[in-house]
């Protein structure tokens, strides 16, 4: 049984690296941007118990599956259901110019062109990853990492994502 939970700062290639292992093993694949928000503009988050139960559902219908994502509320929710955990702990850098070579995300934006008027503020949100005390933020990641007791892989480069 496979259940995969990946994690870390925003451009860290969360998406890709579950997108691909989604693809190679057959594996479900949650990302939690899909759920975490609700559809109204200025973005509000939806309440926490409310993306936990559409978590659960997912697992719950899903023998193998991969979620990721930042929120370190939801995985750790995702987490207790988890077989390995990966995290992605680029420098910072390394996440700005993954987030800058992103493909469209049709699932996020409606065109690459709204997608891409979101870049400035992404790469200002990924340079403040270590800086701020939020569920987003490194420390809660270092935290949920550290009490995971499965299998765990911490990722510092690009070249060591599997």
Not at 21 to 30: D, G, N, P, R, Y
Not at 58 to 75: P, Q, R, T
């Amino acid at each position: 049984m496979a259940r995969v939970v990946i994690f870390g700062n925003s451009g860290s290639g969360k998406s890709t690296l579950a997108t691909r292992m989604a693809k190679e093993s057959a594996l479900a694949h949650l990302d939690l941007d899909t759920l975490a928000w609700e559809p109204v503009s200025p973005p509000v988050r939806r309440p926490v118990a409310q993306s936990c139960e559409s978590i659960k559902h997912f697992m719950n219908n899903n023998k193998n599956w991969i979620i990721e994502g930042c929120y370190s509320d939801l995985l750790a929710f995702a987490m207790e259901g988890a077989t390995k955990v990966i995290y992605l702990c680029l420098p910072i850098e390394h996440c700005v110019e993954n987030a800058k070579s992103r493909p469209w995300e049709p699932h996020k934006y409606e065109s690459k062109e709204a997608q891409d008027a979101n870049l400035d503020m992404l790469i200002h949100w990924i340079r403040q990853y270590e800086n701020r005390n939020d569920t987003f933020s490194k420390t809660p990641h270092e935290q949920l990492f550290s009490r995971f007791s499965g299998q765990k892989v911490r990722c510092i480069s690009n070249d060591q994502i599997v």
